[in-house]
Nanobody, 124 residues
């Protein structure tokens, strides 16, 4: 069992930055690939990016490439989402998720555990 708690959301102006954190419980955090998803009001939950269990690889959806960076600190059981050059269309609830195994996944249905989400609002 893994419990995930996101933090770091808030209100920021367009062009600004935020760093989200996702703290995981359990001693096997390094055995999980991690993903970030977001859900805007009235829309489906979408994949933002993911990272393999060893931080060997990352993958991002096109709309955030070059602006968002995912990293992880397995010693701290934490994964991060650094968001730069934020746009109003980045406004959403952001969720982290964990899936057992080395490879990052894109599909939300493939993930085993989810956090409660943190709100990110980008004003124009």
């Amino acid at each position: 069992q893994v419990q995930l708690v996101e933090s770091g959301g808030g209100l920021v102006q367009a062009g600004g930055s935020l760093r989200l954190s996702c703290a995981a419980s359990g001693r096997t955090f390094s055995s999980y690939a991690m993903g970030w998803f977001r859900q805007a009001p009235g829309k489906e939950r979408d994949f933002v990016g993911g990272i393999s269990w060893s931080e060997g690889s990352t993958y991002y959806t096109d709309s955030v490439k070059g602006r968002f960076t995912i990293s992880r600190d397995n010693a701290k059981n934490t994964v991060y989402l650094q968001m730069n050059s934020l746009k109003p269309e980045d406004t959403a609830v952001y969720y982290c998720a964990a899936v057992w195994g080395p490879e990052l996944r894109v599909g939300g249905s493939e993930y085993d555990y989810w956090g409660q989400g943190t709100q990110v609002t980008v004003s124009s």
